[in-house]
């Protein structure tokens, strides 16, 4: 199976400050049709996960722009350019390249 | 709006089989690949399989032997059985909509496997 490696594990960060999440996998995610299927998740708590990157980089519907997902190959990056207090929640990079399909450990976003 | 709604026990005994049922609205079933997703307590995310309309299906390899997914597109709705369930297949089960894009997930059901 793929691994999906996150890291920080646990994210304090400022109202108002930027914050990055690192994904690294395994093997490469790009796929033979030329996508790359790396999405990023968001988990609130006692909710489920909300896609909120589709493709690499691919905002989903309502997602704020400060959002962005980037990177290539092996190596990817979720980025928020000024972190707000409904942010908060467990963050999962996820590969749908290769079957299975795997996640991330997550990334828990708190506020400082 | 799409929906995704799941249903079934939240007790199942050991060795005795799960089943779930995901019923979706605002979207017809036959347009999309449907999977199931899951989560242990306090854990990460396991993605169990996926099935398109037309019955063809994909299963984790970790449960190829003991999971099943199927289809009712009279009812718009898709179901899992997991069979020999142990302590350890206790989590939240999601169903969502696309494999691999995930774009829709139901709210969860927890199940526990206990005598």
């Known amino acids: 199976d793929v691994v999906m490696a996150q890291s920080p594990l646990s994210l304090p960060v400022t109202l108002g400050q930027p914050a990055s999440i690192s994904c690294r996998s395994s093997q490469s995610l790009v796929h033979s049709d030329g996508n790359t299927y790396l999405n990023w998740f968001r988990q609130r708590p006692g909710q489920s996960p909300r896609r909120l990157i589709s493709k690499l980089s691919n905002r989903d519907s309502g997602v704020p722009d400060r959002f962005s997902g980037s990177g290539s190959g092996t190596d990817f990056t979720l980025k928020i350019s000024r972190v707000e207090a409904e942010d908060v929640g467990v963050y999962y990079c996820m590969q749908g390249t290769h079957w299975p399909y795997t996640f991330g450990q997550g990334t828990k976003l708190e506020i400082k | 709006q799409v929906q995704l709604q799941e249903s079934g026990p939240g007790l199942v005994k050991p060795s005795e089989t799960l089943s779930l049922t995901c019923t979706v609205s605002g979207a017809s079933i036959t347009s999309h690949y449907w999977s199931w997703i899951r989560q242990p307590p306090g854990k990460g995310l396991e993605w169990i399989g996926y099935?398109?309309?037309?019955?063809?299906?994909n299963y984790n390899p970790s449960l190829k032997s003991r999971v099943s997914i199927s289809v009712d597109t009279s009812r718009n709705q898709f179901s899992m059985k997991l069979s020999s369930v142990t302590a350890a297949d206790t989590a939240v089960y999601y169903c969502a909509r696309g494999a691999p894009s995930g774009d829709t997930w139901g709210q969860g059901t927890l199940v526990t496997v206990s005598s």
């Open positions: 099935i398109y309309y037309t019955g063809i299906t």
